[in-house]
């Protein structure tokens, strides 16, 4: 449950209940965290020390189910002169430490991220005649949040969001979202570490796709240039009807240039996905280093989830020689600033390094292969193929169901175990499958009908006979049954 309310801190001792604007004025009642924060928010705006808030009834950390405490919301005047109109600006408080006292998040000092080291932000158009924010914008940032806290997957600038619906819930063509820094909001440095601020941008589908394909900053760019889809600010409006390839066709151009010159940063998703050993009798489930229909998979380890994690990460790069870590990698500095070492792994599941030892499962060679995807995680393939292989880097999906994980690597990615000569390869759950760039084209052409999934009916099967290589296109209830 949440509440809207006046005020720009905690009920009690508020930055807008005292005269004193420095954290000496209530330093008993007033969280640090909060108060480098507000501080912030006072930066922008002198004129609303008491913006509406919509605050968590019960908080996160007394068993409520909403992680931010508070969202503020403040009416932004915008910028005449660089054609930035008036708009709504919301702030969340919750997702960086904002008490200091381990009730949230485990305090590491000073000089790293506080808790998950960023708040979200979000502007929103003003409507004409609109006395008050409208409060859906906290909704949709508590449900982020709440992917946060539970993942521990943090967001980045050029991060993208697919949320397949539209955000207010409306008949809005804008469904998904695109992550940058907030253009006025400043990094703050408070006594639990550094706080950045994530804008959420909420763009369309088309848009969405692009970012996908090409990259999220430089779709964000292009935003950019057009005023009425977001402008210098990336201002949100729901009632935006066109996509900026309608609005500017030349822009279609620019994104296909990107995707044939830079390759896509998207390097990973999670994703309704399975393999299957088809050189393996589906009957021999007593292999730990197996993974068969009909069997519970083994879990991955805490190294093997690290390099997957690292995996995905380093796509997001744009690295000349893309490098898969070694199996046994230790923890990379500046890996984990993002949370504290003690948090339990997002794509690690509860005792999964205790169910079998890292050390006595082997990577081992697989003949042939079978790769099962949803629709939506099948549309995708082509990206990979295109935008990821061809351009020597990487791409992993990772099941949202279990702990398996497909990743496909080229022959310029170094550190995979996948090779040339034993092109699929297995460690525990985790499946890895290098293409040659001829066998790449070869499936490109073959799975063209991917890029139109409206004109195919499920279920679709793909098959390389002498490449020992299988993918089936299924429907999502498939995955939903543990026994697909």
């Not at 189910?65 to 002169?81: E, F, K, Q, T, W």
């Not at 990979?384 to 992993?396: P, Q, S, V």
Request: a negative charge.
């Amino acid at each position: 449950m949440e509440g809207v309310r006046p005020g720009g801190g905690p009920p009690v001792g508020g930055p807008g209940s005292g005269s004193g604007s420095g954290s000496g004025s209530f330093p008993s009642l007033f969280p640090p965290g909060l108060h480098g924060i507000y501080g912030e928010c006072r930066r922008l705006y002198p004129d609303q020390p008491n913006p509406l808030q919509v605050t968590a009834i019960l908080k996160y950390w007394l068993g409520g189910p909403d992680p931010l405490d508070y969202v503020s919301m403040y009416r932004n005047l915008g910028n005449p002169a660089l054609n930035v109109p008036e708009h709504w600006h919301y702030v969340s408080f919750g997702l960086s430490d904002l008490y200091g006292d381990n009730r949230v998040h485990e305090f590491t000092g000073t000089d790293g991220p506080s808790g998950f080291g960023f708040e979200l932000t979000f502007r929103l158009k003003r409507e004409t005649g609109e006395s008050a924010p409208p409060t859906w914008p906290a909704e949709l940032m508590q449900g982020l949040a709440r992917y946060v806290f539970q993942s521990e997957n943090t967001f980045c600038s050029g991060d993208h969001v697919s949320w397949h619906s539209p955000l207010d819930n409306s008949e809005s063509r804008i469904q998904h979202m695109l992550l940058t820094e907030d253009p006025q909001m400043q990094p703050v440095q408070t006594p639990f570490g550094v706080v950045t601020f994530l804008q959420i941008v909420g763009v369309c589908t088309e848009e969405l796709h692009a970012a996908q394909q090409w990259n999220g900053q430089g779709i964000l760019e292009l935003l950019r240039t057009v005023p009425v889809a977001g402008g210098p600010w990336l201002i949100t409006d729901m009632r935006r009807g066109e996509t900026i390839f309608e609005i500017d066709p030349h822009l279609q151009e620019r994104v296909d240039k990107g995707i044939e010159t830079d390759g896509s940063n998207l390097s990973g998703v999670s994703a309704k996905c399975a393999w299957d050993d088809l050189s393996r009798p589906p009957e021999d489930d007593e292999d730990s280093r197996s993974i068969c229909i009909g069997t519970q998979p083994r879990r991955l380890s805490g190294k093997d989830t690290e390099q997957i994690r690292e995996t995905l990460r380093r796509g997001l790069e744009i690295n000349s020689k893309p490098v898969l870590p070694p199996i046994n990698a230790q923890r990379q500095n500046g890996l984990n600033l993002d949370r504290a070492p003690s948090r339990k792994d997002s794509l690690e599941s509860e005792s999964s390094a205790a169910i079998i030892p890292h050390e006595l499962i082997r990577t081992r060679q697989l003949e042939s292969v079978h790769l099962k995807f949803n629709q939506e995680s099948g549309a995708l393939i082509p990206l990979c193929l295109r935008g990821r292989l061809l351009h020597g880097r990487h791409f992993t999906y990772k099941s949202i169901t279990g702990d398996t994980a497909i990743t496909f690597v080229s022959t310029g990615v170094e550190g995979a175990f996948a090779t040339e000569e034993h092109p699929y390869a297995a460690h525990g759950p985790w499946l890895q499958i290098l293409l040659t760039e001829e066998f790449v084209e070869r499936m490109l052409e073959d799975l063209e009908d991917l890029n139109s999934p409206e004109e195919f009916k499920l279920p679709k099967e793909y098959s390389w006979p002498e490449k020992k290589l299988k993918v089936s296109i299924l429907p999502d209830a498939v995955f939903d049954n543990p026994l697909h």
